[in-house]
């Protein structure tokens, strides 16, 4: 992008005109993109359905979470005071309101949102932090926009979807501004009134088109992942309508045939009802790559984000229903808790401010929404769920501690906390007292059928995460490609989770997915032989 904006910055560069207008004219061909994206086409037709809307809202609740904390961070700043306009503009309690309404009271644990959208996020923080007279850019594209072009969504979107209360709609309502056109003007006047350098000015007005590109990216990656979780909606939907009567008969037939001579024993009824998913994860190439080695270090970290997602849903699930007579037995925070070693792996490896960094595919949501649901509705359920996990971190984790040590040349130790387990001495004593705490669990009939069955759920899930991490890596390198064909290599800071040329070829794509695929494929599957 960066040879590109010199160019259209030169076309501006020494003329009288205002701010305003020169970013109006470095953004033309930008804005004209930017209202022909797919997405944007299909919005403007009326063709927006509801999930579309709240994966939409989802980037703008981030996106503004992020601009808004930097202006408020920077409101003396000399360049971001002028155009500092929290009561009139700030969108963040607007989008708080509209996800609650359309997502429920926990709807922060429900955001979904793609690669780009964490990627503009980073470059806010960055320059936030950095050089916060380039705010003025992303302020003015955005605020401006909603007061123009995005009072027409809002009609359209009120008409689409029948939200004739005005509920869910607050993202495009600004009370706090009596006329959108006077209002404009006064924002154009006081951000034309602000002092900058020749530098300064050239430095805002490439901004601003990396503003527009960065949204462009939103838009592309928002319906790559619409095109994803709509195949994934058609293929859930599929299954529902044979899960509550084949489901039960498929794990009544496995237990008929597979476990006569140990009927009592719930571990080993898991161990029979998922041989199947058992079988799928270790007899693929995947786990014979992962164990010669081949697994890079931007491929971990998006392990370790996905696993903490996981295992924060998991653990905070446990913790709420310790109590409860199926959860009782099972439930050891001080040998197996794994959010606190997760949480040092991730902050040694991407820093401080690793939480603003996470990224993980939508399947890693649909993981951790189940956990969230059972863990509030049917607490029995996560006994499949930790026993799939946890049992697996302590058998084929172990084997997968050492090879990413050796892989990626970890010698301090430091970044595989996950793989260690201090407060077990013994992990085959251990585990053989989990199965016994776990089997003397007393369940009815339905109740047990309802945990072998959320065991199979359990590796879907992961074989799920599995194809969302190939297509999220598919959707990173095309926006990674497009990002250095404009920009250059741009700043490391931004770029957290950029994966470096090499693994833009189709071994290389394979080689992530056997990688990443792999740890998840082994951990869940090793611990039942």
């Known amino acids: ?180 056109n006077r209002f404009k003007q006064l924002y154009r006047s006081r951000m034309n009134s602000v002092e900058l350098t020749e530098e300064e000015r050239e430095g805002v007005l490439e901004e601003a088109v990396r503003a527009f590109e960065f949204n462009i990216q939103v838009f592309d990656d928002l319906q790559k992942m619409l095109t994803v979780t709509e195949a994934d909606a058609n293929w859930q939907h599929r299954q529902a309508q044979h899960s509550s009567k084949d489901g039960v008969e498929t794990v009544k037939n496995r237990l008929t045939e597979k476990v006569q001579i140990s009927s009592s024993d719930l571990s080993e009824q898991i161990k029979a009802v998922t041989k199947d998913s058992h079988v799928r994860a270790e007899n693929t190439e995947l786990m014979l790559s992962y164990q010669r080695g081949h697994i890079t270090l931007p491929q971990y970290k998006f392990l370790l984000c996905s696993l903490y997602e996981i295992y924060r849903a998991l653990e905070e699930e446990l913790d709420r229903n310790s109590s409860h007579p199926g959860v009782a037995p099972i439930y050891f925070p001080q040998e197996l808790a794994r959010q606190e070693a997760l949480e040092k792996d991730l902050e040694f490896l991407l820093g401080k401010n690793w939480q603003e960094r996470i990224a993980v595919p939508a399947a890693t949501h649909r993981y951790t929404e189940r956990l969230r649901q059972i863990g509030k509705e049917n607490p029995i359920l996560l006994v499949a769920h930790a026993y799939t996990r946890y049992l697996g971190d302590l058998s084929g984790g172990q084997v997968l501690g050492r090879i990413t040590q050796k892989s990626l040349g970890l010698s301090s130790g430091e970044g595989l906390s996950f793989f260690s387990f201090p407060g077990v001495s013994s992990p085959n004593r251990f585990k053989q007292l989990y199965r016994s705490r776990m089997n003397s669990v007393e369940l009815t009939e339905e109740e047990r059928e309802g945990v072998l069955e959320e065991a199979v759920r359990a590796f879907e899930f992961n074989i799920q995460v599995f194809d969302d991490l190939q297509k999220m890596l598919t959707v990173t390198e095309e926006t990674d490609v497009r990002h250095r064909r404009t920009t250059g290599n741009g700043d490391p800071s931004t770029m957290a989770f950029q994966l470096p040329t090499s693994l833009v070829s189709s071994l290389s794509v394979t080689r992530f997915v056997l990688g990443v695929c792999i740890v998840l494929a082994v951990a869940v599957g090793i611990y039942l032989r």
């Open 1 to 180: 992008m960066e040879a590109d904006m010199k160019k259209v910055t030169e076309k501006v560069k020494g003329t009288d005109s205002d701010l305003s207008e020169q970013i109006k004219a470095v953004t033309k061909d930008s804005h004209v993109r930017a209202e022909n994206t797919e997405l944007m086409l299909s919005y403007q037709r009326g063709h927006i359905t509801l999930p579309q809307y709240k994966l939409l809202l989802c980037s703008l609740y981030e996106i503004y979470r992020a601009l808004e904390e930097e202006l408020d961070r920077n409101s003396a700043n000399p360049g971001v005071a002028p155009i500092y306009f929290p009561q009139e503009l700030a969108r963040k309690e607007a989008l708080e309101n509209d996800l609650e309404f359309l997502l429920g009271q926990g709807w922060k644990e429900k955001i979904t949102v793609p690669v780009a959208t964490h990627k503009y996020v980073q470059r806010l923080r960055q320059i936030g932090k950095e050089n916060p007279t380039l705010l003025v850019a992303h302020a003015y594209t955005r605020y401006l926009g909603d007061l123009s072009g995005g009072q027409v969504l809002g009609r359209i979107t009120q008409k689409s979807l029948g939200l004739s209360s005005g509920e869910g709609l607050s993202f495009f309502s600004f009370p706090g501004v009596t006329s959108p």
